[in-house]
């Protein structure tokens, strides 16, 4: 059984710094790629960034790009966003996914399995 499980998320003010982490168990996760979404209310699921496993290739949406920093400990078979310069928009609940697919897919239905979220809220 997978298991993805998201921490970090919480309060902070506009141009600040959080750092999600999601901790990986059930797969061989130097197989796959893994990815940040997030869901804002009232909105589709959106994809934040993402990257494979092995190779370690990265995508980022353009609203996070130079801001956001995705990364993986393959030992620990943990994936970490580290989130800067934080914006009120950027409010929403976090998740962390991973997929069979090759490269990184940017829609959610391509995702398997997912973790239970963690909520980001960016006060001005």
């Known amino acids: 059984q997978v298991q993805l499980v998201e921490s970090g998320g919480g309060l902070v003010q506009a141009g600040g710094s959080l750092r999600l982490s999601c901790a990986a168990s059930?797969?061989?996760?130097?197989?796959?790629?893994m990815a940040w979404f997030l869901q804002a209310p009232g909105k589709e699921r959106e994809i934040v960034a993402g990257i494979t496993w092995s190779e370690g290739n990265t995508f980022y949406a353009d609203s996070v790009k130079g801001r956001f920093t995705i990364s993986r400990d393959n030992v620990k078979n943990t994936l970490y966003l580290q989130m800067n310069s934080l914006k009120p928009e950027d409010t929403a609940i976090y998740y962390c996914a991973t997929t069979l697919a090759f490269g990184v897919p940017t829609l959610s239905r391509a995702y398997d399995y997912w973790g239970q979220g963690t909520q980001v809220i960016v006060s001005t």
């Open positions: 059930g797969r061989t996760f130097s197989r796959y790629t």
